[in-house]
Protein backbone atom coordinates (compact mmCIF):
# COMPACT_ATOMS: atom_id res chain seq x y z
CA UNK A 1 0.00 0.00 0.00
CA UNK A 2 2.52 2.12 -1.02
CA UNK A 3 4.76 4.14 -3.73
CA UNK A 4 8.37 4.23 -3.86
CA UNK A 5 8.90 3.77 -0.38
CA UNK A 6 7.79 1.06 2.17
CA UNK A 7 8.25 -0.80 5.29
CA UNK A 8 11.49 -3.00 4.11
CA UNK A 9 13.14 0.64 2.65
CA UNK A 10 16.54 1.18 4.76
CA UNK A 11 17.17 4.53 5.02
CA UNK A 12 20.87 6.50 5.25
CA UNK A 13 20.77 10.00 6.06
CA UNK A 14 23.46 12.40 4.73
CA UNK A 15 24.34 14.82 6.90
CA UNK A 16 23.37 12.59 10.22
CA UNK A 17 25.17 14.26 12.69
CA UNK A 18 23.92 18.09 12.16
CA UNK A 19 21.33 19.61 13.99
CA UNK A 20 18.68 19.35 11.37
CA UNK A 21 19.94 15.69 10.78
CA UNK A 22 20.15 14.82 14.48
CA UNK A 23 16.53 15.99 14.83
CA UNK A 24 14.83 14.43 12.21
CA UNK A 25 16.83 11.17 12.16
CA UNK A 26 15.32 10.56 15.75
CA UNK A 27 11.94 11.71 14.54
CA UNK A 28 12.20 9.05 11.20
CA UNK A 29 13.26 6.35 14.05
CA UNK A 30 10.08 7.55 15.86
CA UNK A 31 8.09 6.44 12.80
CA UNK A 32 9.26 3.20 12.64
CA UNK A 33 11.71 4.04 9.16
CA UNK A 34 14.54 1.24 8.50
CA UNK A 35 17.64 4.34 9.32
CA UNK A 36 20.59 2.22 9.35
CA UNK A 37 23.24 4.72 9.14
CA UNK A 38 24.36 7.93 8.02
CA UNK A 39 27.11 10.05 5.82
CA UNK A 40 29.61 12.43 7.29
CA UNK A 41 33.36 11.95 5.71
CA UNK A 42 34.79 14.47 8.56
CA UNK A 43 33.05 12.06 11.03
CA UNK A 44 33.50 8.40 9.65
CA UNK A 45 33.65 5.81 11.63
CA UNK A 46 31.67 7.46 14.98
CA UNK A 47 28.47 6.24 16.17
CA UNK A 48 25.28 8.44 16.71
CA UNK A 49 22.33 7.49 19.08
CA UNK A 50 19.03 7.30 18.95
CA UNK A 51 16.03 5.64 20.25
CA UNK A 52 13.93 3.47 18.33
CA UNK A 53 10.38 3.51 17.94
CA UNK A 54 9.27 1.02 20.86
CA UNK A 55 11.91 3.42 23.03
CA UNK A 56 14.80 1.14 22.84
CA UNK A 57 18.85 2.49 22.25
CA UNK A 58 19.99 2.40 18.57
CA UNK A 59 23.59 3.18 18.09
CA UNK A 60 23.90 4.28 14.43
CA UNK A 61 27.42 3.99 12.03
CA UNK A 62 28.35 6.90 10.29
CA UNK A 63 30.28 6.30 6.84
CA UNK A 64 32.50 8.45 4.67
CA UNK A 65 30.30 7.98 1.73
CA UNK A 66 27.04 6.79 0.24
CA UNK A 67 28.94 4.27 -1.46
CA UNK A 68 30.21 2.82 1.80
CA UNK A 69 26.98 3.16 3.33
CA UNK A 70 25.40 0.95 0.62
CA UNK A 71 27.53 -1.62 0.85
CA UNK A 72 27.55 -2.33 4.75
CA UNK A 73 23.96 -1.66 5.54
CA UNK A 74 22.18 -2.51 2.15
CA UNK A 75 20.85 1.18 2.08
CA UNK A 76 18.53 2.11 -0.74
CA UNK A 77 17.01 4.99 0.64
CA UNK A 78 19.23 8.29 1.12
CA UNK A 79 17.76 11.76 3.00
CA UNK A 80 20.29 14.40 2.61
CA UNK A 81 20.11 17.48 4.99
CA UNK A 82 22.98 19.12 3.29
CA UNK A 83 23.90 22.85 3.65
CA UNK A 84 22.87 24.14 0.19
CA UNK A 85 26.38 24.85 -0.64
CA UNK A 86 27.57 21.18 -0.58
CA UNK A 87 24.07 19.99 -1.26
CA UNK A 88 25.33 19.55 -5.73
CA UNK A 89 28.22 17.02 -3.99
CA UNK A 90 25.95 15.39 -1.61
CA UNK A 91 23.36 14.68 -4.59
CA UNK A 92 26.51 13.66 -6.63
CA UNK A 93 27.71 11.37 -4.59
CA UNK A 94 24.52 9.71 -3.77
CA UNK A 95 23.07 9.19 -7.82
CA UNK A 96 27.21 7.93 -8.48
CA UNK A 97 26.75 5.40 -5.97
CA UNK A 98 23.30 4.02 -7.30
CA UNK A 99 21.23 4.98 -4.33
CA UNK A 100 17.35 3.72 -5.35
CA UNK A 101 15.35 7.17 -4.07
CA UNK A 102 17.52 10.70 -2.89
CA UNK A 103 15.32 12.82 -0.75
CA UNK A 104 16.53 16.67 -0.94
CA UNK A 105 15.59 18.52 1.83
CA UNK A 106 17.61 21.56 1.83
CA UNK A 107 15.80 24.53 0.59
CA UNK A 108 18.13 27.66 -0.95
CA UNK A 109 19.82 25.19 -3.75
CA UNK A 110 20.71 27.54 -6.65
CA UNK A 111 18.28 26.84 -9.30
CA UNK A 112 22.19 25.79 -11.78
CA UNK A 113 22.99 23.08 -9.26
CA UNK A 114 19.40 21.51 -9.36
CA UNK A 115 19.37 21.08 -12.89
CA UNK A 116 22.86 19.75 -12.79
CA UNK A 117 21.82 17.00 -10.13
CA UNK A 118 18.49 16.54 -12.54
CA UNK A 119 21.02 16.43 -16.05
CA UNK A 120 23.75 14.20 -13.84
CA UNK A 121 21.14 11.46 -12.49
CA UNK A 122 19.36 11.13 -16.30
CA UNK A 123 23.33 10.55 -17.44
CA UNK A 124 23.43 7.67 -15.21
CA UNK A 125 19.92 6.20 -16.80
CA UNK A 126 17.70 7.28 -14.15
CA UNK A 127 18.53 4.92 -11.79
CA UNK A 128 18.05 7.47 -8.86
CA UNK A 129 14.27 8.72 -8.34
CA UNK A 130 14.90 12.25 -6.57
CA UNK A 131 12.60 13.98 -4.41
CA UNK A 132 12.71 17.53 -4.11
CA UNK A 133 14.90 19.64 -3.55
CA UNK A 134 13.26 22.01 -0.70
CA UNK A 135 10.45 19.53 0.16
CA UNK A 136 9.43 18.10 3.12
CA UNK A 137 9.69 14.49 1.64
CA UNK A 138 7.85 11.44 1.45
CA UNK A 139 5.99 9.20 4.26
CA UNK A 140 3.91 5.91 3.72
CA UNK A 141 2.20 6.14 7.05
CA UNK A 142 2.89 3.10 9.81
CA UNK A 143 5.25 1.80 7.34
CA UNK A 144 8.01 4.57 6.64
CA UNK A 145 9.36 8.04 6.69
CA UNK A 146 11.82 9.63 4.73
CA UNK A 147 11.76 13.47 5.40
CA UNK A 148 10.35 16.01 7.47
CA UNK A 149 6.43 15.08 7.44
CA UNK A 150 4.73 14.64 10.72
CA UNK A 151 4.45 11.49 10.94
CA UNK A 152 1.50 11.20 13.55
CA UNK A 153 -0.90 13.35 11.74
CA UNK A 154 -2.21 10.52 9.64
CA UNK A 155 -2.98 7.12 9.70
CA UNK A 156 -2.57 4.06 6.67
CA UNK A 157 -5.34 3.84 4.21
CA UNK A 158 -6.46 4.80 0.24
CA UNK A 159 -5.40 8.11 -0.81
CA UNK A 160 -2.83 8.73 -2.63
CA UNK A 161 -0.89 12.59 -1.79
CA UNK A 162 1.28 14.61 -4.17
CA UNK A 163 1.89 18.14 -3.59
CA UNK A 164 4.06 21.30 -3.96
CA UNK A 165 3.56 22.66 -0.57
CA UNK A 166 4.96 21.26 2.78
CA UNK A 167 2.53 22.35 5.07
CA UNK A 168 -0.53 22.18 2.54
CA UNK A 169 0.74 18.39 2.39
CA UNK A 170 0.16 18.13 6.01
CA UNK A 171 -3.10 19.69 6.64
CA UNK A 172 -4.75 17.34 3.77
CA UNK A 173 -3.74 14.46 5.76
CA UNK A 174 -4.65 15.87 8.28
CA UNK A 175 -8.01 16.59 7.59
CA UNK A 176 -8.53 13.38 5.47
CA UNK A 177 -7.04 11.51 8.62
CA UNK A 178 -9.78 9.13 9.58
CA UNK A 179 -9.56 7.37 5.98
CA UNK A 180 -5.85 7.12 5.56
CA UNK A 181 -3.04 7.23 2.82
CA UNK A 182 -0.40 5.13 0.80
CA UNK A 183 1.79 7.45 0.27
CA UNK A 184 2.13 11.22 0.86
CA UNK A 185 4.85 13.27 -1.15
CA UNK A 186 5.68 16.78 -1.05
CA UNK A 187 7.68 17.51 -4.06
CA UNK A 188 8.88 20.83 -3.89
CA UNK A 189 8.05 23.86 -5.23
CA UNK A 190 11.84 25.07 -6.29
CA UNK A 191 11.53 25.50 -10.65
CA UNK A 192 13.23 22.10 -10.72
CA UNK A 193 12.72 19.49 -9.32
CA UNK A 194 13.20 15.88 -9.38
CA UNK A 195 9.98 13.61 -8.93
CA UNK A 196 7.10 15.91 -10.60
CA UNK A 197 3.15 15.65 -9.98
CA UNK A 198 3.09 13.57 -13.24
CA UNK A 199 5.62 11.01 -11.97
CA UNK A 200 3.66 10.39 -8.69
CA UNK A 201 0.16 10.54 -10.35
CA UNK A 202 1.52 7.87 -12.53
CA UNK A 203 2.99 5.66 -9.91
CA UNK A 204 -0.75 6.02 -8.02
CA UNK A 205 -2.53 4.94 -11.01
CA UNK A 206 -0.44 1.74 -11.08
CA UNK A 207 -0.67 1.25 -7.24
CA UNK A 208 -3.41 -1.32 -6.38
CA UNK A 209 -4.28 -0.23 -3.04
CA UNK A 210 -4.51 3.70 -3.98
CA UNK A 211 -8.02 4.19 -4.75
CA UNK A 212 -8.01 7.80 -5.20
CA UNK A 213 -5.28 10.94 -5.91
CA UNK A 214 -5.10 14.15 -3.56
CA UNK A 215 -3.14 16.77 -5.74
CA UNK A 216 -1.79 20.38 -4.96
CA UNK A 217 -0.31 22.55 -6.49
CA UNK A 218 0.89 26.12 -6.42
CA UNK A 219 0.31 29.60 -8.81
CA UNK A 220 3.21 29.59 -11.40
CA UNK A 221 4.94 27.82 -14.07
CA UNK A 222 2.55 24.87 -15.89
CA UNK A 223 3.21 22.19 -14.48
CA UNK A 224 -0.59 21.74 -13.34
CA UNK A 225 -1.76 21.80 -16.75
CA UNK A 226 0.74 19.58 -17.76
CA UNK A 227 -0.81 17.06 -15.00
CA UNK A 228 -3.79 17.54 -15.85
CA UNK A 229 -2.98 16.66 -19.99
CA UNK A 230 -1.87 14.20 -18.42
CA UNK A 231 -4.70 12.78 -16.40
CA UNK A 232 -6.97 13.17 -18.94
CA UNK A 233 -5.17 10.66 -20.98
CA UNK A 234 -4.14 8.06 -18.35
CA UNK A 235 -5.40 8.22 -14.83
CA UNK A 236 -8.70 6.08 -14.11
CA UNK A 237 -9.06 7.02 -10.37
CA UNK A 238 -10.50 9.84 -8.67
CA UNK A 239 -8.94 12.98 -8.39
CA UNK A 240 -9.62 16.05 -6.31
CA UNK A 241 -7.10 19.18 -6.62
CA UNK A 242 -6.57 22.36 -4.49
CA UNK A 243 -4.46 25.09 -6.43
CA UNK A 244 -2.71 27.65 -4.00
CA UNK A 245 -2.56 31.27 -4.82
CA UNK A 246 -6.30 32.05 -5.80
CA UNK A 247 -6.04 35.75 -4.01
CA UNK A 248 -2.35 36.39 -5.37
CA UNK A 249 -1.43 39.37 -7.45
CA UNK A 250 -0.74 38.64 -10.89
CA UNK A 251 2.40 39.39 -11.95
CA UNK A 252 4.26 39.04 -8.94
CA UNK A 253 6.27 36.18 -7.68
CA UNK A 254 4.79 33.97 -4.66
CA UNK A 255 6.77 32.26 -2.16
CA UNK A 256 8.54 28.88 -3.65
CA UNK A 257 6.00 28.99 -6.47
CA UNK A 258 9.16 28.86 -8.59
CA UNK A 259 7.72 31.89 -11.14
CA UNK A 260 6.56 34.34 -12.11
CA UNK A 261 2.26 34.59 -13.28
CA UNK A 262 1.93 36.09 -16.35
CA UNK A 263 -1.09 36.96 -17.99
CA UNK A 264 -3.63 33.99 -17.42
CA UNK A 265 -0.90 30.82 -17.55
CA UNK A 266 -0.10 30.05 -14.70
CA UNK A 267 -2.71 31.85 -12.18
CA UNK A 268 -4.82 29.28 -9.99
CA UNK A 269 -8.14 29.90 -11.89
CA UNK A 270 -6.29 29.22 -15.15
CA UNK A 271 -4.65 26.07 -13.12
CA UNK A 272 -7.87 25.34 -11.63
CA UNK A 273 -10.03 25.55 -15.00
CA UNK A 274 -7.63 23.01 -16.70
CA UNK A 275 -7.69 20.72 -14.50
CA UNK A 276 -11.34 20.50 -14.23
CA UNK A 277 -11.47 20.25 -17.94
CA UNK A 278 -9.36 16.69 -16.97
CA UNK A 279 -12.39 15.59 -14.74
CA UNK A 280 -10.71 16.71 -11.82
CA UNK A 281 -12.56 18.36 -9.30
CA UNK A 282 -10.84 21.17 -7.36
CA UNK A 283 -11.57 22.67 -4.05
CA UNK A 284 -11.04 26.67 -3.33
CA UNK A 285 -9.80 25.70 0.23
CA UNK A 286 -7.86 22.70 1.26
CA UNK A 287 -11.08 21.77 3.56
CA UNK A 288 -13.53 21.66 0.39
CA UNK A 289 -10.75 19.62 -1.17
CA UNK A 290 -10.62 17.17 1.63
CA UNK A 291 -14.73 16.95 1.75
CA UNK A 292 -14.43 16.84 -2.16
CA UNK A 293 -12.21 13.71 -1.78
CA UNK A 294 -15.09 12.57 1.39
CA UNK A 295 -17.81 12.89 -1.48
CA UNK A 296 -15.95 10.53 -3.69
CA UNK A 297 -15.43 7.94 -1.42
CA UNK A 298 -18.53 8.18 0.33
CA UNK A 299 -17.06 8.76 3.84
Excluded at 72 to 91: H, I, L, N, Q, R
Aim: with cysteine.
Amino acid sequence: MSIFLNSESKVIVQGITGGEGTKHTARMLAAGTKVVGGVNARKAGTKVSHKDKDGNDVELPVFASVEEAMKETGADVSVAFVPPAFSKDAAFEAIDAGIGLLVIITEGIPVQDSAEIWAHATAKGNKTRIIGPNCPGIISPEQSLAGIIPANITKRGKIGLVSKSGTLTYQLMYELRDIGFSTCIGIGGDPVIGTTHIDAIAAFQEDPDTEAIVMIGEIGGDAEERAAEFIKENVTKPVVGYVAGFTAPEGKTMGHAGAIVSGSSGTAEAKKKALEAAGVKVGKTPSETANLMREILGA
